[in-house]
């Protein structure tokens, strides 16, 4: 996979979610490379290489295996991992199938739905789908702004799509072709039994304006994980990395300094 890495120290890794890749982290690199080595890495059929993966099949479980992979050709886990929107989810079950290359996990507005029990089979409601649907035909239709601002102010708020900076309008579009393969290959749905299945210490991180499908999954998280605490971005929305930055990053310096604290270096 293509990365980028700055600093020296303990893995903290950094997954991307969607329309994004390693471009998406670059205020972490920036914040955290003093006590880390931050690497961030663009997953299979996300720039800079979609067209040389263009056979390789689409897949949540594929990137969350091919982190573990990566974590053992760089050979230097286990990770501090982090893990937005998609990559939340991505980096859930990578926690969840290959718990030996995790330390510490960090979900910021974690995608995908939940799984309440008593209640039917969760996925997400028809009106979602149709905007998602109608977003991936306009791109493929070659409307790719319209599509984009579709998609990017409803995970996010709306106008967020006409505000955000050039260079994040540069990765969402250079990764737009990725939106349609996204959505024939739905993220599973959170359930209990998962989440128990997560032994390490879980950081859960949404912002104070995220959208609401957003907060819910952290709150039933926080509550179904052995081991998890929950932060707030104040001021922020589903972006809130780079709209608070040192929020942020001081949130997950201080989880993983916690964790370090009270449990014994062979232990974490």
Known sequence: ?????????????????????????????????????????????????????????????????ELAQFVERLGAGPAHVVGHSRGGCV????????????????????????????????RLPETVNALRARAAQLIEDGHVDAGLQLFVDSVSRPGFWAKSTPSFRTMATDNAHTLARQFRDPLPAYTPADAAGVCCPVLLIDGEK?????????????AWLPDARRETVQGASHGMNLARPAAFNRYVDAFIADVKARVPEHGV
Do not use: K
């Open 91 to 122: 980096s859930f079950h990578f926690a969840r199938r290959h718990a030996q290359h995790v330390r510490t996990l960090t979900l910021a507005d974690p995608g995908g739905p939940l799984q309440i029990e008593g209640r039917a089979p969760a």
């Open 1 to 65: 996979m293509p990365y980028v890495e700055a600093g020296t120290g303990e893995l903290l890794l950094f997954v991307h979610g969607s329309l994004c890749d390693y471009r998406y982290w670059q205020p972490q690199l920036d914040g955290l490379a003093a006590r880390y080595r931050c690497v961030a890495v663009s997953l299979t059929h996300y720039w800079p290489d979609a067209d040389r993966q263009s056979a390789v099949p689409f897949s949540w479980r594929g990137h969350a295996d």
């Open 210 to 222: 995220s959208p609401d499908m957003f907060r819910r999954t952290a709150n039933a998280l926080h």
